[in-house]
């Protein structure tokens, strides 16, 4: 386990890059295969879907960092409302421990808050000193996913081009009693992979524009960036929800606690109704 996690340390790029080939594969190969069934050549046909490959990320990139929305100023909102947000539950806290100060009468106690409160101010007071320091990493990691995504295309537009011939050249050395197996096997796996991936992009998108609408309605300030933060963390299995909701919920208690306390249960709600009624619709088909 060490080596192959040390290993993938070292390989995270070209790992990055097989799977975003596979991503794109997965997601473009349908479009490809039904032009090619009515009668379009599958060069123009892979070319044709990314043109709309990138026809709609640019419309999606358009809206999101049109003025109408201006999400690239809304996230540095965000970042730079952090250090007031710690602020502020540092003074609650000094707050609530001089309202219950009889309570917090044992001075071991007293020390945990007032150290507590402490490093939390500290932080809050170094964290726009820290974020120009980590603006450099965090702009080498969009310049390694940029590339890695980059490469990606370019491999994954070829395999497009040659899938049906490399399946071919693939059965060639399976002995021939167990081509059907794996004809069905393939279809199967392709199928239920490439609609998962589909199924489940589409149902991110709808959360995070439901929540992104239901925070603007509370009052939360940056609510497009809030609902895209929720969307995307809907990606993550299990925890990937209940992150959302906890986004919102924490930025929204900083407006009244009835606030996040309807954004938390909002997003819940909103994420009940998509995976109870929409997402089976969504994944029937494939999975």
């Not at 980590?134 to 969009?142: D, F, K, L, Y």
Request: aromatic residues 10%; neutral net charge; proline residues 3%.
């Amino acid at each position: 386990c060490g080596v192959a996690v040390y290993l993938l340390k070292v390989l995270s790029l070209p790992v990055a890059m097989l799977i975003w080939t596979l991503v794109i594969v997965f997601i473009l190969r349908g479009m490809v295969n039904g032009l090619e069934k009515r009668g379009v050549n599958r060069a123009i046909g892979t070319t044709l879907s990314y043109v709309a490959l990138f026809v709609v990320l640019g419309l999606i990139g358009f809206l999101m960092f049109s003025p109408m929305f201006g999400l690239n100023q809304q996230f540095a909102d965000l970042i730079t409302a952090i250090p007031g947000y710690v602020s502020a539950l540092s003074d609650w806290g000094h707050e609530m421990a001089d309202k219950y100060s009889a309570l917090l009468d044992n001075e071991t106690v007293r020390q945990v808050v007032n150290s507590t409160a402490g490093s939390l101010s500290n932080w809050a007071s170094s964290f726009a000193g820290d974020a120009a320091n980590t603006a450099i990493g965090v702009g080498s990691g969009i310049a390694n996913a940029f590339y890695a995504v980059g490469f990606a295309l370019v491999i994954a537009f070829w395999v497009l081009l040659e899938l049906p011939a490399m399946g071919r050249e693939a059965m060639r050395v399976i002995s021939p009693k167990h081509h059907e197996e794996v004809q069905f096997f393939h279809v199967t796996f392709t199928r239920i992979l490439g609609g998962y991936l589909k199924g489940t992009l589409l149902q991110c998108f709808i959360i995070g524009v439901a929540c992104g609408i239901l925070f603007a309605i509370v009052g939360l300030a940056n609510a497009p960036a809030l609902g895209v933060i929720t969307g995307v963390l809907n990606i993550i299995p299990i925890i990937g929800p209940w992150l959302g909701g906890v986004v919102a919920a924490i930025t929204a208690v900083f407006v009244s606690p009835l606030t996040a306390l309807i954004a938390l249960a909002g997003t819940i709600v909103i994420q009940q109704i998509v995976y109870t009624f929409i997402s089976p619709k969504i994944m029937s088909s494939s999975v």
